[in-house]
């Protein structure tokens, strides 16, 4: 994210596509620099992390989960629309402490 970069500050971004979405991967892979990882049924990360399609899970440099905010909770995480995007931004911050 190229605004946490100007703060001076240095983050890691990754997607995990849903196993059920493999067919589509290409439409993320196609639009973006974020590394876009396939999950598949023998790992099944989205169940083992307790998330759903667009959620975000925000960890430290030492691996601690620092915010998970889901799309359906009470913080606004949608990126197209300015309070979603400095709501996520401020939990990447956080995260960078």
């Known amino acids: 994210m190229a605004e946490v970069k100007k703060l001076g500050k240095d983050v890691h971004i990754v997607v995990i596509n849903a196993i059920s979405a493999e067919q589509n991967v290409t439409n993320l892979t196609d639009v973006t ?11 099944d990360a989205w169940t083992l992390h307790g998330v ?31 309070k979603g995007f400095q709501n996520v931004l401020a939990a990447l911050l956080k995260a960078t402490k």
């Open 33 to 43: 620099a974020v590394p876009v990882f396939q999950d598949v049924q023998a790992v």
């Open 52 to 82: 759903g399609k667009d959620d975000f899970l925000i960890y430290d440099k030492e691996g601690k989960l620092i915010a998970y905010l889901p799309i359906s909770g009470e913080i606004d995480t949608v990126l197209q629309n300015e």
